[in-house]
């Protein structure tokens, strides 16, 4: 008996064997095949994926370049447009810029005319005298001083007088040319260039070989309401 059961167990074993002999090349070829097959199915997949992004695509931009064609024309028509009509709005303002600087300029102009007119009526020199801004200056500070207390009933409102400005600026021999029917009128005008101080004769002037400047300088009187 116990041979028997060794003779069974040995032909058990053996049958073993043989079946895995058998069958493990078999789950061997069976891995291979499969494994590039299922690489094969994803492979194909993605080819498909790609193609159908591909086509869409194509679709895409068929509808960009088809559809959109006249609304790019459009945009450009209209982009044009903005860009003359900003081109014009420019032009407009340069043009209205120049006009305001022209009409800046006449004003300056007329002002500084009418400033002369007023000075040549104001002021007159015997000598040659192109400094405005010292004539200025003497009409300025001799005004300051004319100081009319209260208002003053007189037909004849104006009184010249004479006087000189030596090189350091000092008033001399002052007279009258042309007096007022009001002495009061006369006292003020008389007081005022006497109490004035000026600056020194433009250095331009006094080189030329002039020692003073003789000034005849009319006070308007205009009674203030």
């Known amino acids: 008996m116990r041979l028997k059961y060794i003779f069974i167990s040995i032909v058990f074993h053996i049958f073993v064997i043989v079946l895995i002999i058998i069958y493990k090349p078999k789950r061997i070829e069976i891995n291979f095949i499969q494994e590039p097959i299922i690489m094969n199915i994803e492979v194909f997949k993605e080819k498909t994926i790609v193609k159908q992004k591909q086509e869409e695509g194509k679709e895409n931009t068929e509808k960009i370049e088809g ?3 006249e609304v790019q024309k459009k945009a450009k028509e209209e982009k044009v447009k903005e860009q003359k009509k900003e081109l ?4 407009k303002y340069k043009k209205l810029k120049q006009e305001k600087e022209k009409k800046e300029e006449v004003k300056k102009e007329k002002k500084a005319e009418k400033k002369e007119n007023k000075n040549s009526k104001v002021i007159q020199t015997e000598q040659e005298f192109s400094y405005n801004y010292y004539l200025n200056i003497i009409q300025a500070r001799i ?4 100081v009319v207390p209260y208002k003053i009933d007189v037909e004849d409102n104006i009184v010249i007088i004479y006087f000189e400005i030596q090189k350091n600026g000092q008033i001399t021999n002052i007279k009258f040319e042309k007096k007022s029917k009001s002495e009061l009128l006369n006292r003020l005008a008389y007081r005022a260039v006497k109490i004035t101080r000026l600056p020194p004769l433009p250095s331009a002037y006094v080189n030329q070989g002039n020692s003073f400047l003789a000034v005849h300088f009319t006070f308007i009187y205009e009674a203030k309401e």
Do not use: D, L, S, V
């Not at 014009?88 to 032009?91: C, E, G, L, N, Y």
């Open 88 to 91: 014009a709005i420019k032009k």
């Open 67 to 69: 559809k959109p064609k």
């Open 143 to 146: 005004y300051k001083n004319f």
